[in-house]
């Protein structure tokens, strides 16, 4: 059995999981163990019980906060501070399974709570929906809160705790209820909510320290002297209500759990527990503290669905400013593309009147014009109004039909569009008008459909073409002219060439038979007779045999640039490194007693005739070997570079070089930059490179310097479809 190895990819993505689900832990176990210790810090506990649970609060704002996917981490989290909380403040029962089964109620309470209302939630949780409001009350306050405040009193009397009664019952459900009503909308909202610099203006913060400490005051007041009863005649017992609804009227959801939060608070501490284990104060009943609770929850209650309320009216009157506003903006929109339109099909009756175009439509149902317009007088000699669809037919003559309906005829062109088989179609119609003349008229026409997808109609134009008919009549005629014109001239050049054939025979033949005589006499005079010729003779004779060699040499090149002209280029793929080392070791066997460094690596390949091509390699070869003569170390380069897209050979040398102000007669026949005494030659080798290069639709060119070298480049087209080349040296 063959097991799958995780990629190094999935192994750190594995890794990564892991510490994000450890750092949610710590987040979550960390939140909820402050908000655990508030319980134990800032207020009494009662047979062991606070009297208010913020850590619930705390866990339910995770579970909402945090998608479902991290929800395990969050428990997690709650759980361990669950744990530490028991560890430090001691457990009030005996028994061992206290520290495992007591945080795993108060871990799993907030979670059932979480799912109730993230499942009955729409959106997110920011308590601007009285819905959201009554969703927290119902859901995590009331069901949850009292189905494992039940289930916490059964856990307590198992392990031998003091919670039994049904008043240990309540007060443990008004604890966690508290909890969630405070804590998990304060966290929610503060970390929920639209990020407003509101907030950070000096105005707003006064404001809303005032709120506090309006709220600390009534707070205290309130419960300056705890009624036994809830709602007594302390007069003092309502002020903190007004605060409530101020701040839940100007700051909507923030400003109500904020303020909440520090009522709570305000509260809850007056009856701290006694230091040392010291009982209670005998003032402080337990039913003042319950009705403490109810309050809270009251208040907490009132002001979460005042603001809720507040808020909902606001993003209702945004959302209603929002449409109107959007509406005036379609309305706008649309009057100005009402405008646009009227505007455009103003311009587009100028054109069609400009172009003396005629619109018309046709409906297949009625068979008749629906829209016909009035230059149809002009072409025809018919008004509108007389022009029906069999009224054009009879005064069509010939029928051009042209693209997708090429081939047929009119009539099965619009049988076909009635069918839907033909959605567009153009026609060159032949017309007589009402006073015996002819038109040519251009007929181009498109489907209408209907609501079931059906042709209805066509809407088309009508154009007067009879000009455009006779420019092509009169191009047709110049085509046949010109035709027969290159049949001439064709005739013409096909004998010049057998005339230049002829030529090229007689000086290949006729002329080189005396220069072959002049060198063959000349030579025995020298080998033979030489004694017997007096004083400058023998240098005369030696100059007229050298000469005439000279002669066979110009006639044998010019045969050759002849040859090359008429030769047909046949292109194909070649390789230019295997070229250039051919011609290299040929021209080498020749100078064997030089020294010579020819620098070169890989050519690219190259696409042309490589007989053709074979010839100009040679030349610039030859060239470069023959000038660098005086030199003691010739140096030759051959390489390539990429120039703007194009591949660029060049052969470089070290050698005489020729000045730039001449380079135009480079490449010209029988042109020589340097006398036939310092370096021979017939000047026809860079005009061969010249023509073959042009015949190949290539270029070819140099750059110079007396004394200095030179460099010749040259370029063929690229291939069809080649793929580009990286550019290197060599």
Request: net charge neutral; with cysteine; aromatic share 10%.
């Amino acid at each position: 059995m063959r097991v799958a190895l995780a990629t190094p990819g999935e192994r750190r993505m594995d890794v990564q999981r892991y510490l994000s689900f450890l750092r949610l832990v710590v987040v979550s176990a960390v939140a909820c163990w402050i908000a655990g210790w508030t319980s134990h810090a800032l207020q009494p506990h009662f047979r062991g019980s606070a009297s208010w649970q913020p850590l619930a609060g705390a866990a339910l704002a995770l579970y909402l906060y945090y998608p479902r996917t991290s929800w395990r981490a969050i428990f997690t989290g709650s759980f361990l501070a669950c744990v530490i909380d028991l560890v430090v403040y001691g457990s009030k029962y005996p028994h061992p399974v206290s520290y495992i089964l007591l945080p795993l109620l108060h871990s799993l309470g907030p979670l059932v709570g979480g799912r109730v209302f993230s499942s009955q939630a729409r959106g997110s949780v920011r308590f601007e929906r009285l819905h959201d409001v009554n969703l927290l009350i119902l859901g995590p306050c009331f069901l949850v809160a009292a189905l494992f405040a039940g289930f916490e009193v059964a856990a307590s009397r198992w392990l031998g705790g003091g919670l039994v009664s049904l008043e240990d019952w309540i007060r443990v459900w008004v604890r966690d209820a508290l909890g969630y009503l405070i804590v998990a909308p304060l966290i929610l909202v503060w970390l929920s909510g639209v990020r407003s610099r509101a907030w950070t203006k000096p105005a707003v913060i006064a404001e809303a320290a005032l709120g506090l400490g309006l709220t600390i005051l009534t707070g205290r007041l309130a419960f300056l002297y705890a009624p036994s009863e809830p709602l007594g005649p302390y007069p003092f017992l309502y002020m903190p209500f007004p605060v409530l609804v101020l701040a839940a009227l100007r700051r909507g959801p923030k400003g109500a759990t904020l303020t909440c939060f520090v009522l709570a608070i305000t509260v809850l501490i007056q009856p701290l527990r006694a230091r040392d284990g010291l009982p209670l104060s005998p003032n402080i009943r337990m039913a003042e503290i319950r009705w403490m609770q109810l309050y809270l929850i009251l208040g907490a209650g009132m002001s979460l669905m005042l603001a809720s309320v507040t808020r909902e009216r606001e993003l209702t009157a945004e959302a209603l400013e929002s449409s109107e506003r959007r509406a005036r903006e379609i309305a706008a929109n649309l009057r100005a593309a009402e405008q646009k339109a009227r505007t455009t099909e103003d311009l587009y009756r100028r054109a069609i009147t400009a172009a003396n175009a005629v619109p018309y439509l046709r409906d297949y149902r009625t068979e008749q014009f629906t829209f016909m317009g009035e230059g149809i007088r002009e072409l025809t000699g018919f008004s509108a109004h007389e022009m029906t669809p069999d009224l054009w037919e009879s005064l069509v003559r010939e029928h051009v039909m042209r693209g997708a309906a090429e081939g047929l005829s009119y009539s099965d062109a619009v049988r076909r569009a009635r069918l839907g088989e033909l959605h567009f179609w153009l026609s060159d119609a032949l017309v007589a008008t009402r006073d015996g003349r002819e038109r040519w008229i251009s007929d181009a026409s498109v489907e209408i459909l209907g609501e079931d997808g059906k042709p209805t109609g066509s809407i088309g134009v009508l154009l007067d073409i009879s000009d455009r008919k006779r420019a092509e009549e009169a191009m047709r005629a110049a085509k046949e002219g010109l035709e027969g014109r290159m049949v001439e001239r064709t005739a013409e050049l096909e004998a010049a060439v057998r005339e230049l054939e002829a030529f090229t025979y007689s000086i290949s033949h006729d002329l080189r038979a005396p220069l072959r005589a002049i060198e063959g006499f000349s030579r025995i005079l020298e080998e033979d007779h030489v004694q017997q010729l007096q004083g400058d003779g023998s240098s005369h004779l030696s100059r007229v045999r050298a000469a005439a060699i000279r002669m066979d040499h110009l006639i044998n090149d010019l045969l050759i640039f002849s040859r090359l002209n008429r030769q047909p280029v046949s292109r194909q793929s070649f390789s230019m490194q295997i070229l250039a080392k051919d011609a290299l070791e040929d021209l080498r066997l020749e100078q064997l007693n030089r020294r010579i460094e020819i620098r070169h690596r890989d050519l690219p390949p190259a696409y042309g005739d490589p007989e053709l091509m074979r010839h100009v390699v040679r030349n610039l070869l030859s060239n470069a070997l023959k000038y660098t003569r005086n030199r003691e170390l010739a140096e030759i380069e051959i390489g390539w570079e990429l120039a703007k897209g194009e591949t660029v050979y060049f052969i470089r040398d070290n050698g005489a070089g020729f000045n730039m102000a001449y380079a135009d007669k480079l490449f010209g026949v029988f042109q020589k930059l340097h006398r036939f005494e310092e370096f021979e030659g017939s000047g026809v080798g860079l005009a061969v490179a010249h023509r073959i290069l042009r015949r190949h639709g290539g270029r070819i060119w140099a750059d110079s310097a007396v004394d200095q070298g030179a460099t010749f480049f040259f370029t063929l087209p690229s291939a069809p479809q080649a793929s580009e080349l990286n550019s290197g040296a060599v």
